[in-house]
């Protein structure tokens, strides 16, 4: 018994870990969670490239002169 204890509090956060993905994957959650990150990215691009306009002219510029 003692050795089951010292295993539970050695690994608690793996297993409450391991717990919380089941839940995500069976309630299909991932999917918002996927989609909210793809917009919080699409927002920081977005910004990038709003407050570099110049930089990101010049960067794709070389960028297809190489392609």
């Known amino acids: 018994m003692d050795g089951f204890k010292k295993f539970l509090s050695e690994y608690a956060g793996a ?4 717990i919380i993905a ?5 309630t299909r ?5 996927v989609g909210i990150i793809l917009v919080v990215l699409g927002i920081i691009i977005g910004n990038y490239v709003q407050r570099n306009k110049y930089d990101v002219k010049e960067k794709l510029k ?3 002169d190489r392609i």
Do not use: A
Request: aromatic share 12%.
């Open 62 to 64: 070389s960028f297809i």
């Open 22 to 26: 089941l839940v995500i994957l069976c």
């Open 15 to 18: 297993i409450i870990g391991g």
């Open 29 to 33: 959650l991932y999917e918002v969670i």
